[in-house]
């Protein structure tokens, strides 16, 4: 593989893992907000990231 195909490659990478981030503490935020329940906030926030990173991993797999 190219250097520089690699290398952006790897940026796209770190990019959609922050963006991925940044959704879910956003989300977490909104979460504890609208909710008491912190923990319940949490486990729904996790769970929704997980599906976000498992979706990237198949489209990226593909």
Request: no cysteine; glycine share 2%.
């Amino acid at each position: 593989m190219d250097i520089k195909n690699s290398n952006n490659m790897y940026l796209m990478l770190m990019y959609v893992y922050l963006k991925a981030y940044q959704d879910a503490l956003s989300d977490f935020e909104y979460a504890v907000k609208d909710s008491s329940y912190v923990d319940l906030a949490l486990m729904s926030v996790r769970q929704k990231y997980g599906e976000k990173i498992d979706r990237i991993a198949s489209e990226l797999s593909a």
